[in-house]
């Protein structure tokens, strides 16, 4: 493991409060084009919401395609946050403190992301809102309430609830510093969500409490959001390869091999664009690269059982939609790009202890990570309705048309505009757990162990 450098506290304040007191040269460049990608998606949705959803491939039996394969695609990275902060920091894994608030960001941005797209696949978002909660009570017309499909909505708002105020009371004690370092408005700002704390004992072991106390409550929710995701495939028997009981486990450890996935891509981008050499580490990418390895072997088992499953049950439906992923054109292909780049590529080089702590090379394999798993979720939700049962004669196509590729770019452009926002008023490395860290990183010595403080300013 590398040398850890000893920092004062003087340099951790000037370094991580650094980007949000001042504003870097590409900060604006750079969110202006990610806005600018937002508001086309933005103006491609008001044009079918116009025109209607016939400007979307979109036909029957396909009335799932790129809109629900993203949503289950964000539904699963927002699952990073969980994984990372709650089970390291139950752990005590000190490699976890450079990695934790990233990781959280982006459950709550990716899961806010996630929820537009229901909304947007309706085409009417009005009525989706009905179904979901009546405003018409004299009808007495109320949602099936047996129906994941209503679950969904439960579960992820709980999920974002949870997760946000994991992300908040995790910042307290960085808004306190950031208030006692500004004027104006931003001292304004900061004096109001930092709710009074002072770094009193009381405070410090309150908000102790709370971090661990929502560590542990969120873990349940973090498993129930995917898994009733699953069930919105799982308990629809009349689409080949959907009817599948192993469907929870595998999306839930699908989930988190995507998710770990973006943690190493968002933290690529923040060491390059923020230079905090010092913070962020080889050591780290190393730790996040053997968690994945972990995670991606277990994926691909729950993968291979799922597959498996599909040709032992020798159904001539199951066999024939097998047969369509694999080596009918194009699924062919795209069943190709998922498997090399989920499983073929990533897995042998992260056994590489070199290839993990070189930050290029994990950067470029999370990526290729989330677009094999965006097409991992596109594969199992198109080829089964293209071949929905029992009718034959509904066989069908599709393919994404130009409006919903741009609403998909979009929604990528939102969650890094998101993140890129929370950057200019909040440090995105969580200030009192770098000082916690350097203060109980020990000295071993012959039977005993000192503990350095840290230089005060």
Known sequence: ?????????????????????RTPRWFWP??????????????????????????????????????????????????????????????????????????????????????????IHVGRPWRLMYWFLPYDFPRMVWPNVRSPLIWDPAAIFTYLTGASLFVFIALLPDFALARDRTRGWRHKLYSVVSLGFRGSLRQWKLQAIAGILLSALILPVFVSVHSIVSWDFAVAMSVEGWHATIFAPYFVIGAVHSGVAAVVTIMALMLWLFGWKRYIRSEHFDSLGKLELAVGIGWFYFFFLEFVFGMVSLEGAELALKD?????????????????????????????????????????ISISVNIGMWFERFLIIVPGLARKQPFAFTWGSYAPQPVELIIVAASFALVLLGLLLFTRLFPPIPIYDMKEGQVLHKDIKVGRSTVPGIARE
């Not at 040398?3 to 304040?13: F, K, M, V």
């Open 324 to 364: 369509m992923q694999m080596f009918q054109w194009p699924w062919s292909l795209l069943f190709g790009i998922f498997i090399v780049t989920a499983f073929f590529i990533p897995i042998p080089l992260w056994m590489f202890r070199r290839v993990r702590r070189s930050i290029l090379a994990m950067f470029l």
């Open 1 to 21: 493991m590398e040398a850890r450098e000893r920092l004062t506290e003087a340099q951790i304040n000037e370094d991580l409060l650094g980007p949000t007191l």
């Open 30 to 119: 750079v969110a202006g084009f990610l806005a600018s990608v937002v508001l086309a998606g933005a103006v491609s949705f008001g044009l079918m919401i116009n025109r209607g959803l016939g400007l979307t491939g979109l036909n029957r039996p396909v009335m799932w395609g790129a809109f629900i394969t993203t949503f289950v695609f964000w539904v699963g990275i927002s699952h990073a946050g969980v994984m990372i902060s709650s089970i390291l920091r139950l752990a005590q894994a000190e490699w976890r403190r450079p990695v934790t608030r990233a990781a959280e960001l982006l459950t709550v941005f990716a899961l806010s992301t996630a929820a537009l797209f229901p909304l």
